[in-house]
């Protein structure tokens, strides 16, 4: 702002508040406006800027339209008739003498027709066409964009292109109607204000819901001098007429100030809908005076319903996939508890998806009196008083959430650190029974174009007088709860209390339904593959005495021909019995027994002595425990394990094999770790797919069973199974166990 820029002390800003903005009584010095009575085609009011024309048409007031301007208007008489209300019509460039051709535009209301003429301006495009490749520029850019804040960039470098001011900005709204900027183009007249964000008070209530009636608007010289509509003495005591789908439409005195304040001679806005919603604006903003030519700001309309669209594209789409990946922990997260009595158990046992759930760094679960905690909470006596002013205060919500904690507790403040959000779900009607995540406290610094404080006091407009930033540290404040974290706790609340607790015998009659189901589908798994392998055993057996019987009479490439048959049987044969053993895997019954892992393991590793015979391998095996699981089960993960890194070491120089443990709270955790030829992380989801393979079968042999098989084990004793790997570095397999009553821990 220029240091000498005052408020002008003649400006009455409470009459400003007291006059609604979208009857200012008055346009812009750049063209003419007529208001028609349609039951009449006589025009009400008018507002000429030009006073030539009136000396050369005659005043219209008065007059009937199809006679005023030289019945310049008289051809668009029946499109005028056609308007539906609150619509509007671009009539075209209608010439009015020597004044040359002014770009008509027509809006109708439900009591009026507003007919506006705009002056047309040295050198502008001839239509909308020439500006088509710079439109369809920036199309084939915005699609290429991979997230809203570069649409963003990308909308206010094309939009300064074409309107040639010296700033443009995007300016995205929060929930609350403060504004801040994402995107900014310029030049170096003006100052940057990216990042910087504005108060609500900058652009109240009533000029929000303009910006979304009226897409454009242009202030053309933040100092103009309107031009009064005027009106015949019978109109005198009627109500102002509405202008807001004026273009020409004058501003407040008020919003000039602003502009002046803030260094702008001109500026120009361009509306983003999304879905309906005012999401923001492109704003532009010029050092001097500055006029858009009118097929110009179409451009830039046009542009900003594209940015509209794509952002409305882009945040759907990304909330699609978040809503995605919180519906599957959720499931991971159900399927733990429908078959376990204890949810409270059942949900402690997975604390990784019941925080990823609401995207929580801390939850606790309340029941009866007991609390579990995990991740980074508060202690429990603080979440037991935490939840006891729940109940008292906010007992009767389903969910309660607040970034602000502090705020509406002060003794929260205690444990702000770890607990400045908190979402929390109400899980019974007769206990004080909740689920609560925590998110900790985010110290962060807000940049405001002016000090915030300035607020406008009883809805008295005032123009703000610094834009100089102003910085203010926001603490005991975390990051917000969205609506797809507070959806996803609501959800599993529903779960909890209607399906686990409400419906446990239907929910036992699914799980009935679904195992039979997985019976069904084992079994036919098991005949298809059990049938499969008489047919490969007759390849390889009759082929083989084909060869035999052949003898010499065979050349080189009908006996190769021949070998490939048979190793290909094999091969196809092996697969099926692999197959086979999966699908027995699934229909065997779990025959859990007290084991000792590390005896289990040697033995294991004993008996594949001849697949690495003549190699020199290097042993560590930690000290396993005794684990309550299935030992055959057991004994083929091992095999499989300790097999795939015998194969996988098999180029390795000084080949390495660890055997490992680690336990926690809830269950024993193995692993089996070499420094063979590894894997492309970027695969790991496929190492326990059925048929999956990483390398070729031309370097390592198998059937791609092997850990689908460990992977169906360890899910049949509630544990889990992943891997770790770097191609060229080796790979870890681990798979844990967890504790069973009754089991040596």
């Not at 047309?120 to 804040?149: C, H, N, W």
């Not at 959720?330 to 409270?344: I, K, P």
């Not at 290097?618 to 300790?642: F, G, I, S, T, Y």
């Amino acid at each position: 702002m220029p240091p000498d820029t005052v408020l002008d002390p003649t400006l009455d800003l409470s009459a400003c508040a007291r006059e609604p903005i979208h009857t200012p009584g008055a346009i812009q010095p750049y063209g003419l406006l007529l208001v028609v009575d349609p039951s009449r085609w006589v025009v009400i009011e008018r507002a000429v800027a030009d006073p030539a024309l009136v000396e050369a048409f005659g005043d219209p007031l008065g007059q009937p339209l199809d006679q005023v301007l030289g019945g310049a208007l008289a051809h668009a008489q029946a499109t005028l008739a056609a308007l539906a209300p609150d619509t509007s019509a671009f009539l075209g460039a209608l010439k009015l003498g020597e004044a040359g051709p002014h770009h008509t535009l027509a809006h109708r209301s439900t009591h009026c027709l507003l007919v506006e003429m705009e002056a047309p301006i040295a050198g502008e495009p001839g239509s909308l066409e020439d500006l088509y490749p710079a439109i369809r520029q920036f199309m084939a850019e915005i699609e290429k964009a991979t997230s809203v804040a570069e649409q963003c960039a990308i909308a206010s470098e094309h939009v300064r292109t074409l309107a040639q001011f010296d700033r443009t900005l995007v300016y995205q709204f929060d929930k609350e109607w403060n504004g801040v900027v994402v995107a900014e183009d310029r030049n170096e007249i003006l100052p940057s204000y990216m990042d910087l964000r504005f108060p609500e008070s900058d652009i109240p209530a009533q000029a929000r819901a303009l910006y979304q009636r009226n897409r454009v608007r242009l202030i053309a010289d933040c100092d103009y001098v309107p031009v009064p509509l005027l009106r015949d003495g019978a109109r005198a005591d009627e109500p102002p007429t509405d202008l807001s789908a004026s273009v020409l439409r004058s501003v407040s005195p008020v919003h000039l100030q602003y502009m002046r304040n803030m260094g702008t001679g001109a500026s120009m806005s361009v509306s983003l809908i999304r879905e309906g919603q005012l999401w923001g604006l492109i704003s532009c903003h010029n050092r001097a005076a500055r006029r858009v030519p009118y097929h110009v700001r179409t451009a830039c309309e046009f542009i900003g319903q594209i940015l509209s669209l794509q952002i409305a594209l882009k945040e759907r789409a990304l909330a699609v996939e978040e809503r995605i990946a919180r519906r599957a922990i959720q499931v991971r997260l159900l399927a733990r508890m429908a078959g376990d009595e204890d949810f409270m158990a059942a949900l402690g046992r997975d604390p990784e998806s019941l925080l990823a759930l609401t995207g929580a760094g801390g939850a606790a679960i309340v029941h009866r009196g007991v609390c579990v905690m995990l991740g980074d909470c508060p202690s429990q006596s603080q979440i037991l008083d935490l939840v006891h002013w729940l109940t008292l205060h906010h007992g009767d919500q389903d969910v309660f959430w607040t970034e602000k904690l502090p705020a509406a507790w002060q003794e929260a403040d205690a444990f702000c650190g770890p607990a400045s959000g908190v979402l929390a779900i109400s899980i019974s009607q007769l206990h004080d029974s909740f689920v609560l995540w925590f998110r900790p406290e985010v110290v962060r610094t807000v940049r405001w174009g002016g000090d915030p404080r300035h607020k406008a006091q009883a809805q008295v407009l005032t123009p703000r007088m610094s834009f100089e930033a102003w910085k203010q540290t926001v603490r005991q404040q975390s990051l917000p709860w969205q609506e797809v974290d507070r959806d996803s706790a609501l959800e599993l609340r529903t779960a909890i209390v209607d399906i686990v607790l409400r419906k446990a015998e239907e929910m036992a009659e699914l799980n009935e339904q679904l195992l039979r189901s997985n019976k069904e589908l084992e079994a036919f798994s098991y005949s298809v593959s059990h049938d499969l392998r008489a047919p490969f055993r007759h390849i390889v057996g009759y082929s083989e005495l084909l060869g035999a019987s052949a003898g010499e009479r065979l050349d080189d490439t009908e006996r190769r021909f021949l070998a490939t048959i048979v190793e290909s049987a094999k091969s196809a044969g092996t697969l099926v019995d692999d197959l086979l053993s999966f699908s027995q895997m699934g229909r065997s019954t779990l025959g859990l027994a007290s084991v000792d892992m590390g005896v289990l393991a040697e033995d294991v590793r004993s008996k594949l002595d001849m697949e690495y015979a003549g190699r020199s391998i290097q042993w560590r095996m930690a000290k396993l425990p005794r684990v309550e699981v299935d030992p055959a089960m057991l004994r083929l993960v091992w095999q499989n394990l300790l097999s795939n890194a015998i194969k996988f070491t098999r180029h390795t120089p000084e080949p390495v094999i660890e055997i490992g443990h680690a336990r926690t709270e809830h269950e024993d955790i193995f692993h089996v770790k070499d420094n063979g030829c590894g894997f492309d992380p970027r695969y790991v989801d496929k190492l326990f797919g059925v048929f999956q393979r990483l390398h070729h079968a031309d370097e390592y042999e198998g059937t791609g069973i092997g850990l689908a098989n460990v992977r169906r084990i360890i899910d049949r004793h509630g544990g889990r199974t992943w891997a770790e790997g770097e191609l060229g570095k080796g790979a870890t397999f681990h798979f844990t166990v967890p504790f069973f009553s009754g089991a040596d821990t």
